[in-house]
């Protein structure tokens, strides 16, 4: 009984130092994430401009650009699907696999071809391990992303649109895209983070979100040195604000998704240690319960037998 | 005094400065710009270069060092959008010097006149 007794007090410590590492997870996880909202927030001045901008020339001006030309038939859809570096996340980096693995079926269901781009390590892992190919990934900044890594991102993807043999660093012509969707997971709140995709290009200028009000009418613009340059300029910025917010959404929702998984896992912890104490001390107490029974009957056993001599 | 000018200059990931300005000017693609109350609406390219800022209350020039990005005026609003910004107090000549004479080793000419653009804006503002 008393070897039961110290494989349960091991059990015990060992859960405790689980639980200690798990606490510690859920904490780090809550302060980063409103350092998340925080830098979601500080680029929202930046995004709204852009916006705004991107609007006015697509409003006064009849400039076609490929970024904008929505192609009759698109044979080739790129998709970026943002998961995150580390696991311990619960289902976050599974559901946004899941959504990705939607989005394929249906745009082969299409008679489109698919190009993947990853990002996060945990994406790249997915399908290497099941063999499957795709193009391109990103990965070290999941929890943290900056602006200089949408921009590294939008750069590649955006050329898979401009296909320029004069580009230097112009990619294989058999990776051009027609389109270009983004799986990534949306901040909702503290408990609900949702997968979803947008598609990014061609673009739809015009979001309901951010969607200038009615009343405030755009003036009209001049623009230098024409539309067309301006455009040129505007659209690439454009696609990496966009990027940027998906990358900022799903940083949020990847510490969020920590921290609930964190906080469960330091609740089962408790529960458990719980648990093993009482088993512990109902065997500890058996223990001593035989042993005094033991040296009850022994003394008995030896009064008897003393008894029985004289 | 004529109107104030409502500046926000932006960088991807933060407001560097906003405020009331009396005038701009910044580097476009066609020369340097300078921008007063009343100004047409615009919306122009930047190059790398140094955006000043007088600000209304008169005090202190302003001095950033922005990358290409462009800038939009419409009813005395100016928005400098640039995905990397920096006020002259912010900047560390001694590093960009360093990255200065990384560049021109590197030939990267696009990184030559942002660290220029960077060190005549500590000049400027000293």
Known sequence: MAASVRELRAKIRS???????????????????????????????????????????????NVDHPLTTEKENATKAAVLVIASDRGLAGAYSTSVMKEAERLVEKLRGEGKDVDLYLSGRKAEAYYNFRGREFVQSWTGFSD??????????????????????????????ALAADELHVVFTRFKSMLVQEPDVIRLLPLEVVEGTEAPAADDVLPLYEFEPSAHEVLDALLPKYVHSRIYYCLLQASASELAARQKAMKSATDNAQDLIEKYTRTANQARQAGITQEISEIVGGANALADASAGSE | MADPIQIELVAADRVVWSGQAREVIARTVEGDLGVLAGHAPLLSLLVPGVVEIYPFEGGDTVF?????????????????????????????????????EAAQKDEDGAAVLRAEAKLRLVDKAS
């Open chain 1, 15 to 61: 859960t405790q130092a689980t639980k200690k590492i798990t606490r510690a997870m859920e904490l780090i996880a809550a302060s980063r994430i409103i350092k998340a909202q925080q830098r979601a927030a500080a680029a929202a001045p930046y995004a709204r401009e852009l916006t705004r901008a991107v609007s006015a020339v697509a409003t006064f001006s």
């Open chain 1, 144 to 173: 943290k992303p900056e602006y200089s890594h949408a921009r590294e991102i939008g750069n590649t993807l955006v050329r898979t649109f401009n296909i320029d043999e004069t580009d230097e660093e112009a990619i294989d012509p």
């Open chain 2, 64 to 100: 950033a060092a922005v990358e290409e990005g462009f800038l939009s005026v419409a009813d005395n609003h100016v928005s400098i959008l640039s995905e990397d910004a920096f006020l002259a107090s912010e900047i560390d000549a001694a590093a960009v010097k360093a990255d200065l």
